[in-house]
């Protein structure tokens, strides 16, 4: 008898998680068929929110009661739970429709890349400094000098884990950008120029 009741309790769970896929499926669905034209609109200004309002948009009154039962999220609380209900909605986007969900994505990572776009000194190194980055202080023809950091992989063909020491005293081309990173010595954020090319002259 008890063996019955746990099979029983164990099919209806099944049951229970195959409409609650069900539903969100067709959430997903609705949210790529919106969001697809919304690609095709090149104003970046308002692609986010339109997507965002795609997203929102794709739940009937009948699946936001069912979304606030299985995952307790309200959608009357859009300012609490918009992100976490858009990220639930967002991951069943996914393998609907892929080139969307990609071409969104894609759309993020170019304006990340114009929005902080790459600048360029050209002088001799005249210091190499290790501490927990290596740092490679600049001086430019006009006698200005800067300091750039080495933070991560530089596109570049010299051999930097090898040969960064043995830059000093050459003139180089650096491409760098600018970020915000913390100083605990000041205790709060300021600029740094992090390298991103090196190009040999």
């Known amino acids: 008898m008890l063996k019955n009741i746990a099979l029983l309790a164990l099919l209806c769970s099944v049951i229970a998680q195959s409409n609650a896929q069900e539903y969100m499926d ?3 669905k609705r949210a790529c068929e919106c969001s697809e034209t919304i690609i095709k609109n090149n104003n970046e200004k308002t692609r986010n929110m339109e997507v965002g309002f ?6 009937d009154a009948e699946d936001k009661k069912r979304f606030k039962k299985d995952f307790n999220l309200d ?4 300012d609490k739970n918009g992100e976490k209900i858009g990220k639930l909605i967002g991951m069943k986007m996914a393998p609907i429709c892929p080139a969307t969900m990609m071409a969104l994505a894609n759309t993020e990572a170019e304006k990340d ?3 902080n776009p790459l600048q ?3 002088g001799e190194v005249i210091k190499i400094e290790k501490d927990f980055f290596v740092s490679f202080v600049v001086r430019e023809s006009n006698g200005n000098s800067s300091k750039l950091l080495w933070t991560s992989p530089i596109e570049t063909n010299i ?3 090898n040969q960064y020491l043995s830059l ?3 003139t180089l081309q650096f491409s760098f950008e600018n970020q915000n990173i913390f ?3 000041i205790s709060e954020y300021r600029a740094f120029k992090i390298i991103k090319k090196i190009n040999t002259k």
């Open 26 to 28: 067709k959430i997903a």
């Open 159 to 161: 051999d930097m884990a």
């Open 168 to 170: 000093q005293g050459k």
């Open 75 to 78: 959608f009357n609380e859009i």
């Open 120 to 122: 360029v000194i050209v």
């Open 54 to 59: 795609c997203i929102l948009n794709a739940a």
């Open 183 to 185: 100083d605990p010595k």
């Open 113 to 115: 890349k114009t929005s």
